[in-house]
């Protein structure tokens, strides 16, 4: 079997496993005293369900993630990122971020959910902190400012960057 293709199923069930047992839990943890012995599983079921759904989905684009990776290469971190304009409807909450920077041991990937906007290895880029901002330039030329969510991502970022010869 395909290295990608196992990592992808892996972290689909992991995740899946994971989330549904939180959804069950919580929902029955909250039924416990509250509702009546009936009402507790026509709860859950649908909670699991929904998820498990979520789970799988949040593994799927994990596993599509991974298997970009070049040989040799390991993630360093994963930064949520806002939106770059404020008219923006953001995402249901199941869906999670829907940007992320991703900082490799080889370079920086800017992903939008499962598809991968921009990728660019460490000595041809510039990283700025701007204050709350992370600005971008590669080979000379603005490639991205963003806000990062994380508290002192920005920062996490820029130490990432000076750790592999980034001016």
Same mark, same amino acid.
């Given at each position: ?6 990592? %992808?199923?892996?972290?689909?069930? +992991? *995740?899946?496993? %994971?989330?549904?047992? +939180?959804?069950?839990?919580?929902? =029955? ?7 009546? #012995?009936? &009402? ?17 989905? $949040?593994?799927? $684009?994990?596993? +599509?993630?991974?298997? *970009? ?6 993630? @360093?971190? =994963?930064?949520?990122? *806002?939106?770059?304009? =404020? !008219? ?19 370079? @920086?990937?800017? #992903? ?5 906007? *921009?990728?660019?290895? #460490?000595?041809?880029?510039?990283? $700025? ?6 600005? $971008?330039?590669?080979?000379? &030329?603005?490639?991205? =400012?963003?806000?990062?969510? &994380? ?7 820029? &130490?990432?960057?000076?750790?592999? !010869?980034?001016?």
């Amino acid at each position: 079997m395909n290295e990608g293709v196992a990592a %992808v199923r892996r972290a689909r069930t +992991i *995740r899946a496993t %994971v989330s549904a047992g +939180i959804a069950g839990a919580t929902v =029955t943890g909250l039924g416990a005293g509250v509702l009546s #012995w009936w &009402q507790v599983p026509a709860l859950a079921v649908p909670a699991v369900g929904r998820a498990a759904w979520t789970g799988s989905r $949040i593994g799927r $684009i994990d596993g +599509i993630r991974a298997a *970009r990776l070049e040989p040799g290469e390991g993630v @360093i971190d =994963t930064y949520a990122v *806002r939106p770059p304009y =404020t !008219g923006h409807t953001p995402p249901s909450p199941h869906e999670g971020p829907q940007y992320h920077l991703r900082v490799t041991s080889r370079g @920086i990937e800017m #992903w939008e959910r499962a598809e991968l906007l *921009r990728k660019h290895p #460490w000595p041809e880029l510039r990283v $700025i902190v701007d204050g709350p901002r992370l600005r $971008i330039r590669h080979l000379g &030329q603005e490639a991205g =400012t963003m806000l990062l969510e &994380q508290p002192g991502a920005v920062a996490e970022v820029r &130490q990432a960057a000076l750790r592999h !010869g980034v001016a």
